[in-house]
């Protein structure tokens, strides 16, 4: 804790997510101060920057809390660490590489008595938590996922996107299965799976999942990342009761057609928030079922080879 009351926060892997997001969301907000960073290459103005992750744990005993922004390969490493040197840890998406990693984290959180938050940062999309709400009580018949994009807007220059433990288009993807699992009760199965591997690349670029809710309804999705034309993060959403359709990647929700909910961009914000509530209550948030549907599309798959991928 600072003198000023927040929480002290060192943030591992300064690159894209980290400057869109992250540091405006810490600096931002009225939880956390950041006094630290992490990372190989990059820096943040103003706080102390270190390139190694073991001098940094040593030398900054004061710092109680750690973002980790770097790709999902090297988290657990990282996590695993500064749990066991009484840290808090803020995982981006995805939490880990394996659920078994995953699951290891959760364990070792409790053991040492701090807090673990994998986040979903869609799950904080403003029409998230509506829709949520407006599925209650009614019987879902049908589900579909349209998840596409322009992987070269995207993720320009993210080698390890495309290797092994970079997840490919489920990185993406994810944040799609993420909403279907906060705003859909029940335990969703994978029962097909068609992954598009580029020849040259250990990852695929597009994958067409069959999935069931609990009751039996069907849930198609489609990932693409060959998207050049507008950009789709939409969830349909059938019901005895109406059409839900959310778009803009949860950002915004439809019901029969008409908007309900328009989204202002607090998806961070909302996650630092709920990161302080939860240092403070002594508490841990760490749901890893979009990790395990991605885990299953994998054991289902289908391999399908695609044109070579060139950036
Ligand atoms: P990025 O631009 O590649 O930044 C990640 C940073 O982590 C790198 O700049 C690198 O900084 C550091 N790093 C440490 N070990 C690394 C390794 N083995 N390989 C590559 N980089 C390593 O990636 P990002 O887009 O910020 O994504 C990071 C995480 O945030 C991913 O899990 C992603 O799914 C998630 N995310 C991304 C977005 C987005 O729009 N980009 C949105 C939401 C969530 P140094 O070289 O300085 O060490």
Same mark, same amino acid.
């Given at each position: 804790?600072?003198?000023?009351?927040?929480?002290?926060?060192?943030?591992?892997?300064?690159?894209?997510?980290?400057?869109?997001?992250?540091?405006?969301?810490?600096?931002?907000?009225?939880?956390?101060?950041?006094?630290?960073?992490?990372?190989?290459?990059?820096?943040?103005?103003?706080?102390?920057?270190?390139?190694?992750?073991?001098?940094?744990?040593?030398?900054?005993?004061?710092?109680?809390?750690?973002?980790?922004?770097?790709?999902?390969?090297?988290?657990?490493?990282?996590?695993?660490?500064?749990?066991?040197?009484?840290?808090?840890?803020?995982?981006?998406?995805?939490?880990?590489?394996?659920?078994?990693?995953?699951?290891?984290?959760?364990?070792?959180?409790?053991?040492?008595?701090?807090? &673990?938050?994998?986040?979903?940062?869609?799950? $904080?999309? *403003?029409? =998230?938590?509506? !829709? +949520?709400?407006?599925?209650?009580?009614?019987?879902?018949?049908?589900?579909?996922?349209?998840?596409?994009?322009?992987?070269?807007?995207?993720?320009?220059?993210?080698?390890?996107?495309?290797?092994?433990?970079?997840?490919?288009?489920?990185?993406?993807?994810?944040?799609?299965?993420?909403?279907?699992?906060?705003?859909?009760?029940?335990?969703?199965?994978?029962?097909?799976?068609?992954?598009?591997?580029?020849?040259?690349?250990?990852?695929?670029?597009?994958?067409?999942?069959?999935?069931?809710?609990?009751?039996?309804?069907?849930?198609?999705?489609?990932?693409?990342?060959?998207?050049?034309?507008?950009?789709?993060?939409?969830?349909?959403?059938?019901?005895?009761?109406?059409?839900?359709? &959310?778009?803009?990647?949860?950002?915004?929700? $439809?019901? *029969?057609? =008409?908007?309900? !909910? +328009?989204?202002?961009?607090?998806?961070?914000?909302?996650?630092?928030?709920?990161?302080?509530?939860?240092?403070?209550?002594?508490?841990?948030?760490?749901?890893?079922?979009?990790?395990?549907?991605?885990?299953?599309?994998?054991?289902?798959?289908?391999?399908?080879?695609?044109?070579?991928?060139?950036?």
């Amino acid at each position: 804790m600072t003198s000023t009351g927040r929480i002290a926060l060192a943030l591992a892997g300064v690159g894209k997510i980290a400057r869109d997001q992250h540091i405006p969301s810490i600096e931002s907000g009225s939880d956390f101060a950041l006094a630290a960073a992490i990372s190989r290459n990059g820096k943040i103005d103003g706080v102390e920057n270190f390139v190694d992750y073991d001098a940094f744990l040593a030398a900054r005993t004061d710092i109680t809390a750690v973002s980790l922004c770097t790709p999902p390969e090297v988290r657990f490493d990282m996590a695993k660490k500064a749990i066991k040197a009484g840290r808090h840890v803020l995982l981006e998406k995805p939490p880990a590489t394996t659920i078994g990693e995953a699951e290891a984290m959760s364990v070792l959180a409790k053991e040492a008595g701090v807090t &673990l938050f994998a986040t979903w940062h869609s799950r $904080f999309a *403003d029409a =998230v938590k509506p !829709a +949520t709400e407006w599925l209650v009580g009614k019987t879902i018949k049908k589900i579909e996922i349209i998840w596409k994009e322009d992987v070269r807007r995207w993720h320009p220059g993210q080698a390890w996107i495309w290797e092994a433990g970079g997840f490919g288009v489920f990185d993406p993807g994810i944040n799609a299965l993420s909403i279907l699992t906060a705003i859909v009760p029940g335990a969703i199965t994978v029962n097909h799976a068609k992954l598009s591997f580029p020849s040259n690349r250990q990852q695929p670029i597009a994958a067409s999942l069959a999935m069931s809710t609990a009751e039996g309804a069907p849930i198609v999705a489609e990932f693409d990342w060959r998207q050049e034309g507008p950009q789709t993060w939409d969830i349909l959403v059938e019901t005895d009761a109406g059409k839900l359709q &959310l778009s803009k990647g949860g950002a915004e929700m $439809f019901v *029969d057609g =008409v908007a309900v !909910a +328009t989204g202002h961009d607090r998806e961070y914000s909302g996650i630092y928030q709920r990161f302080a509530e939860l240092i403070r209550n002594g508490q841990s948030d760490a749901d890893y079922q979009p990790l395990r549907l991605v885990a299953d599309a994998f054991l289902r798959g289908e391999r399908h080879d695609v044109d070579a991928f060139i950036e």
